[in-house]
């Protein structure tokens, strides 16, 4: 298994557990964070970028596959247009992880943590995340506003994430 962090930052030598921000999460038991190479995807945007991804898993339908993905895709990152430019132009660094110290915390979203400091085995530059998407055989898919995409997704059998949604065009510009 691989094991990756995203950052827009070079020169991480050293990841330091972190309190989680999320409220689900024991705010006593400090992580550092790392993304499954199949999730990966779900990250290959610049940080703040507002998106929603979704894949095909073992239990989603043929009907919503067949209706949300596309027949050569199975899975798919939506972002609006106004990030496109900046999806394209943001350099990314991906550090891979030796997985010893990690444990799945998210089996959907592809999240492993650790309660250790973690140190990089490798880093990757990505100087256009748009293309290393579509090299990952991703469909990008660029929305005006994501809030649509989003609800109908949340309905759906597809396995997804919604990531940076606060920066997200308000619905009542759909």
């Not at 990966?40 to 898993?57: D, E, M, W």
Request: proline residues 6%; hydrophobic residues 35%; aromatic residues 12%.
């Amino acid at each position: 298994m691989k094991l990756f962090h995203v950052s827009e930052e070079l020169n991480i030598t050293t990841f330091y557990p972190r309190t989680p921000t999320r409220d689900d999460l024991d705010k006593n038991v400090k992580l550092v964070w790392a993304i499954d190479e199949c999730r990966l995807p779900n990250f290959l945007t610049p940080r703040q970028c507002p998106r929603v991804a979704f894949y095909a898993g073992e239990s989603s339908t043929q009907e919503d596959i067949g209706r949300l993905l596309t027949p050569t895709h199975k899975h798919c990152v939506a972002i609006e247009h106004g990030w496109l430019e900046r999806a394209m132009q943001t350099k990314l660094y991906l550090y891979q992880f030796d997985p010893a110290n990690f444990y799945l915390q998210d089996e959907v979203a592809g999240y492993y943590v650790s309660q250790w400091a973690e140190s990089p085995l490798y880093v990757t530059e990505i100087n256009n995340p748009i293309s290393a998407l579509f090299e990952k055989g991703v469909e990008v898919r660029l929305l005006g506003n994501l809030w649509h995409l989003a609800d109908v997704i949340q309905k759906s059998t597809l396995k997804w994430s919604l990531c940076r949604m606060a920066n997200a065009k308000p619905r009542e510009e759909e």
